[in-house]
């Protein structure tokens, strides 16, 4: 192994700007800072966004459509809040187009990331990152891209399908065997704890959740194998939500909850590896745990 590559090395993908800093970000500053190489690889510029700041409407897909374009420069300002300096688009910026929520015309769009073709985009855009940066863990999101978009749903399959390519000798470059995934986790009873704060709140689109099994997804407690403390770096997260202003303004439901200290730990579940020292809730509090780095 090169010299050069620090020991921690963790690659993270996602779906969209923005969703690096909701899901993984505290992650993302905490091993940034401890000396990890961490990269994070996006796989679409998120032009499909629904618009918060109305000076920006005009960018829109149906207007303008420069979106993509303007959340390249959010996306670079939330990285460098993270302390976050290896960040790629999967193929390049807008190699794939975003494919906007479930059943919209935005999945017919040929260039939309939900019609790429998993293997040859694994193959061509993710194995060589992988095997250039060597990771130990991976980072992304469950089959069901944890609440269902189809872009997400597609990031958890390319990244699981050029891991499993990556550690294969193809004759293109040296294999690479990935020794833990995680995807992205929340678990219901603390999804739940923090919805009934803003119950009453005009932009909470979870008002009507009652109990917690009414929920339409989040994560059972007992499938949580990780739980990342970065309670000293909310302040990175909330600068890193405050850079993707296209997407979350400071009076939302979901900004308020991080600038109270909601969410100051990120969880996860272990989709492969073996689980290393865990607490007594039976939770990693270290992603590389068990790892001779």
Known sequence: MSDQLPARRMLLVHAHPDDETTGSGLVMTKYAAEGARVTLVTCTLGEEGEIRVPELAQLAADQADQLGGYRIGELEKACAAFGVTDHRFLGGPGRFRDSGMIDTPANDNPRCFWKADVDATAADYLVPIIREIRPQVVITYDEN??????????????????VELAGKDSGEGEPWQVSKIYWVAVPKKEMFEGLQHFADAADNPFKDIKTVDDLPFGTPDELIAAAIDGEKYVPNKLAAMRAHASQIATDDWLFK?????????????????????????????????????
Do not use: C, K, N, S
């Open 145 to 162: 891209g944890f609440y269902g978009h189809p872009d997400h749903i597609q990031a958890h399959r390319v990244a699981m399908r050029a």
């Open 257 to 293: 909850v991080a600038e109270m200290g909601g969410r100051a730990t990120e969880h996860f579940t272990l989709a492969y590896g073996e689980r290393g020292e865990t607490d007594e809730r039976g939770w990693e509090t270290d992603l590389f745990a068990g790892l001779d780095v």
